[in-house]
């Protein structure tokens, strides 16, 4: 059961041209990563692009991921000697921290910030935190800030957000699959069944009672299909003539999942990175 995940559209590839451009106009560079996938939110290019450009490593999301995890991550990039925080931009924490953090590394009276980052991994959400104010548009697709965009702040930071990029080819499928369960590759051109079977057979690898605790399953059931003919079945999801609807079914997972309904669950841990 193999599933071919790849989006790339046109301005991704304009975005990474602009970054490369405008690095020389900031002091210092956010890179937000999704604190379940940090490995596989990182764009693989974007340390040739920054170079020796001073930046923080934020790892968004963190109210999502499993905690013990976090603090391994944490553990991780203080050892090699990286700036990071743990964010959840929803409600502001870890805000205070972040700002601090930067006027600690730039000591200036304004600092220019430039934002990069996946789609849907929240930079707008940040933007809008540190600004105290709804300065960008946000939503729960990935590809709401198509353009370059600059935002000042009240608390000496201004900030250059840019589109969420991703890059052309994912090598490892591993990727491309964690990339899609956490919604940062657009669900329109993806094979929802097959990824939610390919989510449900991730999921039980890591804890096999998140999903059978969460749709009230039996123990024994250990196929992925099934699983998802079950969760149908208890979710009331038929079609006309008692016919099971997995797209339905798929659509449900997928979105608890991206919604922390099943737990906080990290899909990566450091030594996989």
């Not at 990286?82 to 930067?102: K, R, Y």
Request: hydrophobic fraction near 35%; aromatic fraction near 6%; glycine fraction near 6%.
């Amino acid at each position: 059961m193999n599933i071919n995940i790849n989006w790339y559209p046109g301005h991704m590839k304009k975005t990474t041209e602009s970054i490369k451009s405008n690095l020389k106009l900031v002091d210092i560079v956010y890179e937000l990563l999704d604190a379940r996938i940090p490995y596989s939110s990182q764009n693989p290019s974007i340390n040739s692009i920054l170079g020796q450009k001073k930046r923080i490593t934020i790892l968004n999301k963190s109210d999502l991921a499993d905690p013990n995890i976090n603090n391994k991550w944490m553990k991780c990039y203080n050892n090699n000697g990286i700036d990071c925080v743990f964010l959840n931009s929803l409600n502001g924490n870890g805000i205070d921290e972040l700002v601090n953090l930067t006027k600690k590394i730039i000591d200036k009276n304004m600092i220019k910030v430039m934002i990069v980052g996946i789609p849907n991994v929240g930079k707008s959400t940040l933007i809008n935190r540190i600004a105290n104010r709804k300065s960008t548009k946000t939503g729960n697709k990935p590809g709401i800030t198509k353009s370059i965009q600059w935002i000042n702040s009240n608390n000496g930071i201004y900030l250059l957000d840019t589109p969420g990029v991703l890059w052309p080819k994912f090598e490892e499928e591993n990727v491309g699959l964690n990339l899609a369960f956490v919604g940062s590759i657009k669900d329109e051109i993806l094979d929802t069944v097959t990824l939610s079977l390919k989510l449900i057979d991730k999921l039980n690898t890591i804890n096999k009672m998140l999903v059978i605790r969460r749709y009230d399953l039996e123990n024994s059931i250990s196929d992925s299909y099934v699983t998802l003919e079950n969760i149908a079945i208890k979710r009331g999801c038929l079609l006309k003539g008692s016919i099971i609807d997995l797209e339905k079914a798929a659509n449900i997972v997928i979105d608890d999942f991206r919604k922390g309904l099943l737990g906080r669950i990290s899909l990566e841990s450091p030594q996989e990175g």
